[in-house]
């Protein structure tokens, strides 16, 4: 499965990394995505980043603050959080694109092999 981590406590305006770190076989020619569940709020998507990298998706809230990136010889994918915001205070979680799905897609449909989510808390 995968294995979310970097999450953590940080004032307004922070900065944080997380990390998703795979097994080969669920990483591999995958687009992979970010997805964050605030309390009292459903799981919402964030960002999404295609196999070869070449290609991303980003919901509205975060452009311009967030990155995606991945690295394909470590089966890590990476969001790099930049003026953070109390409003981004969630549980983050990745996940791997279904074969199947469609690009781009930000249903939570189109995800599976959910990891267990890593904190993140923005101070105001």
């Known amino acids: 499965q995968l294995q979310a981590s970097g999450g953590g406590l940080v004032q307004a305006g922070g900065s944080l990394r997380l990390s998703c770190s795979a097994s080969?076989?669920?990483?591999?020619?995958?687009?992979m995505g970010w997805f964050r569940q605030a309390p009292g709020k459903e799981r919402e998507f964030v960002a999404a980043?295609?196999?070869?990298?070449?290609?991303?998706d980003y919901t509205d809230s975060v452009k311009g603050r967030f990155t995606i990136s991945r690295d394909n010889a470590k089966n890590t994918v990476y969001l790099q959080m930049n003026s953070l915001k109390p409003e981004d205070t969630a549980i983050y979680y990745c996940?791997?694109?279904?074969?199947?799905?469609?690009?781009?897609?930000?249903?939570?449909?189109?995800?599976?092999?959910w990891g267990q989510g890593t904190q993140v808390t923005v101070s105001s």
């Open positions: 980043i295609r196999w070869y990298g070449g290609s991303t």
């Open positions: 080969e076989r669920i990483f591999s020619n995958f687009a």
């Open positions: 996940a791997r694109k279904k074969r199947d799905a469609r690009w781009p897609s930000r249903l939570e449909f189109d995800f599976t092999s």
